[in-house]
């Protein structure tokens, strides 16, 4: 796990970042928190060199450079000429202290009760499983091939979290601070609640709710369902299909337990994947639609569970390495 710390932001500002921390700190610069954190950093080295500026003799280049930077933060794209004198250089100098001192005082105004929480960012590979646990007391059990990114810390009137792929949650309850966790366009409101959400790129989303009570809605479309204890919604995009599951089925999932009901065997396939960091390929599309109802237990080894699976649903299969293929 990765925390998106001031030092690691200034280490990507100063461009001194390894290939691996550039692309955790650019996933976090996506999502507004962290944008927001950037943004405080960014008129914290502004406002630091402005009162350079101020006791340093006039340095041409350094003020080229500054005055570049400036540019390209407040959007302009046209490049900076040289400045051929030094009474030029030294009034563009002196614009640009205003006009950024204007700027700072101005988010500074806005800004200087509000704490930007630094951010923290797991990622797990297909066949890897963590716990999370955060500050306010809450635990995640973040699935295979899942990203979920939080703050260290909760501040302010609610705890956001940002999922990709698929969790479990236990959320600590706190009337006072609603826990949202974004998925994309959806979010998913609680007050205190044991629930799983699956949010696979190119598939429908899915909320299930173990106990308590949620609220999912969509940026565009509003509230698309209240759930409480047994109860399911799935969302295409485009319609919300709501279902009652088991309850008992859905809380043993964080423990390795996967049922599956009435659905086909590609779906199953897809899901064992990432559990087992395997690839499946199907020798008949045909059978890859069959629909099935199943218990899978993933702690146990990968043979054990297609054996399991091959014996109630008339297939042999063969691996080689991490490919998988079903007869």
């Avoid at 639609?289 to 054990?304: N, P, Q, S």
């Amino acid at each position: 796990m990765a925390n998106i710390t001031r030092a690691l932001l200034l280490k990507y500002l100063d461009n001194n970042c390894s290939d691996a921390e550039k692309n955790i700190v650019e996933a976090c610069l996506q999502q507004p928190e962290g944008k927001a954190m950037l943004d405080l950093l960014l008129e914290e080295r502004m406002q630091q060199d402005m009162e350079d500026s101020m006791d340093a003799p006039v340095d041409i280049a350094r003020q080229q450079q500054w005055a570049a930077n400036m540019h390209t933060r407040i959007g302009r794209e046209e490049a900076v000429k040289p400045l051929k004198k030094r009474y030029y250089i030294a009034a563009a100098v002196a614009a640009s202290i205003l006009l950024l001192a204007g700027v700072f005082t101005f988010f500074n105004n806005g800004r200087s009760k509000r704490t930007v929480p630094l951010l923290a960012l797991q990622q797990n590979k297909a066949g890897e499983r963590k716990i999370i646990h955060l500050s306010d007391g809450s635990a995640i059990h973040l699935g295979a091939a899942s990203q979920l990114q939080y703050p260290e810390q909760f501040t302010g009137a609610t705890r956001e979290i940002t999922l990709t792929g698929e969790a479990f949650f236990d959320i600590a309850a706190d009337p006072a601070h609603p826990f949202i966790i974004h998925t994309g366009t959806i979010a998913t409101t609680v007050l205190g609640t044991s629930f799983k959400i699956t949010a696979f790129e190119g598939q429908p989303l899915i909320v299930s709710v173990a106990t308590g009570k949620v609220r999912v809605d969509d940026r565009n479309r509003g509230q698309l369902a209240v759930l409480t204890a047994g109860k399911q919604v799935s969302w295409n995009h485009e319609q919300a299909l709501l279902e009652e599951i088991r309850a008992e089925d859905l809380a043993g999932w964080q423990n390795g337990r996967l049922v599956f009901n009435n659905q086909s065997l590609l779906e199953v396939a897809a899901t064992l994947e990432r559990w087992y960091d395997v690839k499946i390929h199907f020798s008949r599309p045909k059978k890859a639609k069959e629909k099935v109802t199943v218990t899978l237990f993933a702690g146990a080894a990968l043979k054990a569970t297609l054996q399991t699976l091959a014996a109630g649903n008339n297939f042999t299969w063969s691996a080689k390495g991490r490919e998988v293929y079903i007869h």
